[in-house]
């Protein structure tokens, strides 16, 4: 059994320790809103926050976030997370998502993105692009992340 932190809460899990934890959130959690893109780091469908770093659960073990928080996109958009909640909110304005499979991805980048600015700090386009780069959208909704980022953060702001 490894013992984590998963949205705030302590969990146990029964799983081999090298599983990557994309599949212990998806299939010991039930914490789907995670997807599988590409399985190999590349992609940024599968990103997670530890210790509020995005990071890719597909290529991050169980081993290594054991006794580290994890947070996934159900606890951003959950309404508990303010800024999680701007970022939702602004999404839904622009109807940003197509298909939506990196969506939950692209928000967890976001987040993670406007949570590290300087208090007020309203990003420039290029600073979007440049933070949201890892995250592909086979979409191609970048246009509609990037204003929806800035409108996240000017509401903040
Ligand atoms: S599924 Fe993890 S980076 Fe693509
Ligand atoms: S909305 Fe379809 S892959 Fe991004």
Redesign the pocket.
């Known amino acids: 059994m490894v013992r984590l932190h998963v949205n705030g809460q302590e969990k146990q899990v029964d799983a081999d320790p090298a599983t990557p934890i994309?599949w212990v959130l998806r299939d010991k959690l039930g914490l789907t809103g995670t997807k599988?893109?590409?399985?190999?780091?590349?992609?940024?469908?599968?990103t997670v926050h530890l210790d509020g770093q995005p990071t890719?659960?597909?290529?991050t073990s169980l081993a290594t976030v054991a006794g580290h928080e994890l947070t996934t996109v159900e606890a951003v958009t959950g309404g508990q997370d303010p800024v999680g909640s701007a970022i939702h909110a602004a999404w839904v304005r622009h109807d940003v998502a197509q298909c939506g499979y990196c969506q939950a991805g692209q928000i967890m980048t976001a987040t993670a993105f406007l949570k590290g600015l300087p208090q007020g700090h309203l990003p420039s386009g290029v600073e979007i692009d440049a933070a949201m780069a890892g995250n592909l959208c086979r979409c191609g909704s970048y246009g509609r992340i990037r204003a929806a980022v800035a409108d996240a953060a000017a509401t903040l702001a």
């Open positions: 994309l599988f893109g590409c399985g190999a780091g590349l992609c940024g469908a599968c890719r659960g597909c290529v």
